[in-house]
């Protein structure tokens, strides 16, 4: 059985592996990959062809492994990485409001993976079993 914090963990990935893979099923087939990487280019994120694909497939994979709890640090580092670049690159010159287009929306997402990716995981997680040093006491 769950306890809260386990539980509050697996909610909180569940959410934010979602949000992610949503993300990036966007970049993949909603708008395609071309259009990432032109969209990319004229925000002038450098290497637009690489970054399209780092943050495709690091917000597809990354959202799949956040939902099963495998790899958290790695995972939530490689995402937070993600979404610094989509503050200054796409973000930070309209403000912080998401209405506006600011960097409210990404910073939240960056303050959710610090919550998930470096606490230990609870039962619910991967993490829990294959990684001892990750395991947390069921609570």
Same mark, same amino acid.
């Given at each position: 059985? /769950?306890?809260?914090?386990?539980? *509050?963990? +697996?909610?909180?990935?569940?959410?934010l %592996?979602? @949000? =992610?893979v949503? !993300?990036g099923?966007?970049k993949?087939?909603?708008?395609?990959?071309?259009a990432t990487?032109?969209?990319?280019?004229q925000?002038g994120?450098?290497?637009?062809?690489?970054?399209?694909?780092?943050?495709?497939?690091v917000?597809?994979?990354g959202?799949?492994?956040?939902?099963?709890? /495998?790899?958290?640090?790695?995972v *939530?580092i +490689?995402?937070?990485?993600?979404?610094? %670049?989509? @503050? =200054?690159?796409? !973000?930070i010159?309209h403000?912080?409001w998401?209405?506006?287009?600011?960097?409210?929306?990404?910073?939240a997402?960056?303050?959710?993976?610090?919550?998930?990716?470096f606490?230990?995981?609870?039962?619910?997680?991967?993490?829990?079993?294959?990684?001892?040093?990750r395991?947390a006491?069921?609570?």
């Amino acid at each position: 059985m /769950l306890g809260i914090n386990s539980g *509050a963990h +697996l909610v909180a990935r569940v959410i934010l %592996g979602y @949000i =992610f893979v949503m !993300h990036g099923w966007q970049k993949l087939s909603t708008n395609g990959i071309d259009a990432t990487k032109g969209m990319f280019d004229q925000m002038g994120v450098p290497a637009p062809d690489l970054a399209a694909y780092y943050a495709t497939w690091v917000e597809l994979i990354g959202g799949v492994l956040l939902i099963v709890g /495998l790899a958290l640090p790695l995972v *939530a580092i +490689l995402l937070i990485a993600d979404m610094i %670049g989509a @503050i =200054f690159y796409a !973000h930070i010159d309209h403000g912080l409001w998401s209405m506006n287009g600011g960097y409210e929306f990404p910073l939240a997402l960056i303050a959710g993976l610090i919550a998930v990716g470096f606490v230990k995981s609870g039962p619910a997680a991967i993490d829990h079993y294959i990684l001892p040093s990750r395991r947390a006491q069921v609570s």
